[in-house]
């Protein structure tokens, strides 16, 4: 099967380096970035001490090995702040944090391994089954490699019910459950302490969350993000991502219940939408 490589314009790169970049990020973020296999990655996070959502990224070894340091796939508007946040933590570790983001960019490849790019580094999205694999490279490589629009991986991400930082909620504003970081591959809940772990930890192990990003069906015209969900009662959340029928909202679980029970029809605005409950 050959891949549709669609270039993600979005997307930075970080690039950390030195001995002690490892046990930094065990500190610091959401997942483990100890013995990560070849071609493989991590999706993580950065959280305030409260708990909320600062960043969230992909981390992957460098070409020359974990030993060397790892590359982060982020978002490139915060790029800048990231390296920023990082560099306070590190305090005296052997760490340099470079913002690559002008020379290297990132792709998605689909529904098979990309053909070889020069300078590639390779590496799944772990995040959901279906969404295939990322690639960070020179932009020019990647323009030149480029095969498919940014939609095909939008309506991928939809489809699958993953959602996007900045765009089905904002960083700043959401704890790790409520974008479910937690069920896709982003937490690890053995590793020991992090920044923010003990909020994840309580509202996991209590099962107490809120809220849920969600998908959703719908017929006709797309809702416009930020569209009102509601069933008759007090809003439920609003409408994120769409795309071919289908969308992503983040929902008040014990109004979607509620909802559900009555038997209410969810509209947002005013199209019925079908919510799929989360697991």
Not at 10 to 15: A, C, P
Request: some cysteine.
């Amino acid at each position: 099967m050959e891949s549709r490589v669609c270039l993600l314009p979005d997307r930075g790169v970080l690039k950390l380096a030195g001995t002690e970049t490892a046990g930094l990020l065990q500190r610091l973020v959401t997942n483990s970035v100890l013995d990560i296999p070849a071609g493989d990655s991590r999706f993580s996070a950065l959280l305030s001490p409260q708990g909320k959502v600062l960043f969230d990224f992909f981390v992957t070894p460098l070409p020359e090995g974990a030993e060397a340091g790892f590359y982060f796939d982020c978002v490139r508007d915060q790029a800048g702040a990231l390296a920023q946040k990082l560099n306070l933590h590190k305090l005296r570790a052997k760490v340099n944090i470079s913002d690559m983001s002008d020379a290297l960019g990132v792709a998605a490849a689909l529904d098979a391994p990309p053909p070889a790019i020069e300078g590639a580094v390779v590496y799944r999205d772990l995040r959901a089954q279906g969404m295939g694999w990322r690639v960070i490279a020179p932009r020019s490589a990647l323009a030149a490699a480029a095969d498919a629009d940014e939609s095909a991986y939008e309506a991928r991400r939809v489809a699958l019910g993953v959602p996007r930082g900045g765009r089905d909620f904002a960083y700043g504003d959401a704890f790790v459950q409520d974008v479910n970081l937690d069920q896709l591959n982003g937490v690890d809940f053995k590793k020991g302490c992090y920044v923010g772990q003990e909020v994840v930890a309580r509202v996991h192990h209590r099962q107490s969350a809120k809220k849920r990003i969600v998908q959703f069906s719908f017929e006709g015209a797309a809702p416009a993000p930020g569209t009102e969900i509601a069933a008759g009662g007090p809003p439920l959340g609003q409408v994120g991502s769409t795309a071919d029928g289908k969308g992503l909202a983040m929902i008040r679980l014990d109004r979607l219940e509620d909802a559900r029970a009555a038997g209410a029809v969810v509209r947002a605005g005013e199209t019925p939408i079908a919510v799929v409950p989360p697991a």
